[in-house]
C-alpha cells in the first residue's frame, strides 16, 4: 500500500494539488473576465472557476498514468479499486471544498466548481480508458470549448456546455454524475496491461 501511494504521488502531487484548488476557490470565487464570443454579438463572462477543476483533472490524470505495469499487472492487490477509490476521494474532497465555500462565500461558480471537477474528472477517465495521452487534453479542450462557445447568446448556455448551468439545477447534476460513474465504470474495465 506505501508502494502505491507513492507511485500515484498522493502525498508529493495530489495533496498540493487539492490545496491549490481550495486556495483559488477561497482567493477567486468571484472574479471573471469578459472575453468574446465566436457565436454571439456580445462577450461572455468566464470566471476564473471556470478552469479550476483543471488543476484536480490534470494532476489526477499524471497520477494515475504513473502506474508500474510490471508490478501492478502481478499485484496482490487490487490496484484498479484503489485508483477508483483515490479519484472517488480527490473528486468528493474538491466536492466538499467547493461547497463550504461557496456557502460562505455566497458564491454559486465556487460552488459549481464541485460538480465540474466531478463532470470533468468523468471525462477524463472515459477519455483514459482509449488512450492514456488524451486523458489531460479532453477536460481542457472541452473547458477552452465553453468558454469560447459554451453562449447561444448573453447569459444563456447551450445544453452541452454544462459546465456553465447554474449549481442549483439538478438536471445538470444528474448528468454530472451520470458522466462521473461512466468513467468510473471504464476505468474498471479497461486493462492497462
Known sequence: MTLWFKVRRVQAVL???LAAFALVLVVAHDQYVRLPSLLSAGGNPVFLLQMTPLIITSTLSYSLAQGVRDIEGTAQRKV???DATLVIALVAAAALVSLVTGTLAGSEEATMAGRNTMFLAGLMLLARAVSEQAASALPVGWVFAVM???YRDFGRPWPWAVTLH???FLPTFGFCLLVFA???AAHARTRRF
Open 15 to 17: 495533496a498540493p494539488a
Open 166 to 168: 447554474p449549481a442549483g
Open 80 to 82: 484498479r479499486f484503489l
Open 182 to 184: 461512466a468513467g468510473l
Open 148 to 150: 469560447l462557445i459554451g
